[in-house]
């Protein structure tokens, strides 16, 4: 079996793919034993550090050294001791027969015996339904885990896909990250509202200064002086007298002729029309 050591040194940098950003990103271990993620810009040819809700350093069923099992009475199964690649640490799992994978469990009361022997090729073996079959948790030639579940079809074991295992507080991390992701959203948001009610306002001022919109403007109402000439009584009789000399005769004054003397002591300056301007 391969020492944790040797392995482990070889896990400094882990690639996986992110769903959440749809790329590939490494995990880079430090020092503390906790994993940086980072993704390779090819415009700036260097490394960014990256951060999304979905990208965790889950252990796989291959990241897991199996050691030996141990009954629970608690759970009133199996769970076996392994070695935790990704952080050197000895960790209790159980085998779930419905996810078909492995999730980690803490048995206080069932303590690592490093003196046990890790020789074990055959753990144990997980009983189903006649269509399911049985299922035995074997070790293999490289010491990692190795499921094998009967075929009814064939009467013969084939060989399970290993699958991302369930570890303790993964749950509670993935949610809490979620949450600071949408906490950054929500005041990016924010801000974006309050900038664009700041633009609105100013736009309101400037109404309000006197630049309004040519949907606003209001026609004007002014009063224009009128310089009239009033014709007399006698003017006009004149006027119609030559208008008949020249062929162009006009309407014979009727009695209910308006005086036209009514305004001859009037001045043209108090003489006022009220019109609408133009503009």
């Not at 990103?25 to 020092?31: D, E, T």
């Not at 002591?265 to 029309?273: A, E, G, I, K, S």
Request: charged share 35%; aromatic share 10%; net charge negative.
């Amino acid at each position: 079996m391969t020492s944790i050591a040797s392995t482990s040194s070889s896990l400094t940098f882990i690639p996986r793919f992110c769903p959440f950003l749809n790329k590939d990103i490494v995990f880079v271990r430090q020092k503390s034993g906790t994993y940086l993620k980072f993704q390779f810009d090819q415009s700036k040819r260097q490394f960014l550090q990256v951060r999304c809700p979905d990208c965790r350093v889950i252990p796989l069923e291959t990241d897991l050294v199996p050691l030996y099992p141990a009954w629970s009475n608690r759970l009133e199964r199996y769970i076996i001791f392994v070695e935790n690649l990704l952080n050197n640490e000895i960790e209790q799992y159980v085998y779930d027969k419905e996810y078909e994978g492995f999730q980690q469990v803490y048995q206080p009361e069932i303590r690592y015996d490093p003196k046990r022997s890790h020789d074990d090729r055959e753990f144990f073996t997980v009983g189903g339904t006649e269509e399911e079959g049985v299922t035995v948790i074997k070790r293999d030639s490289k010491g990692r885990f190795r499921k094998e579940q009967m075929d009814w079809g064939t009467r013969q074991f084939r060989v399970m896909k290993p699958v991302p295992v369930r570890v303790l507080g993964g749950i509670r991390e993935e949610e809490e990250e979620k949450s600071m992701m949408q906490s950054n959203r929500k005041r990016k948001t924010e801000c974006e509202d309050k900038e664009n009610k700041e633009i609105v306002v100013i736009e309101s001022d400037e109404s309000d200064d006197g630049k309004e919109s040519k949907k606003q403007r209001k026609p004007e109402v002014e009063i224009v002086a009128v310089d009239r000439s009033r014709l007399s009584h006698k003017d006009i009789l004149e006027i119609r007298r030559l208008a008949a000399l020249m062929g162009n005769p006009t309407e014979a004054e009727s009695s209910e002729e308006p005086s036209y003397t009514d305004y001859d002591d009037v001045p043209d300056d108090l003489l006022f029309d009220v019109v609408e301007s133009s503009c």
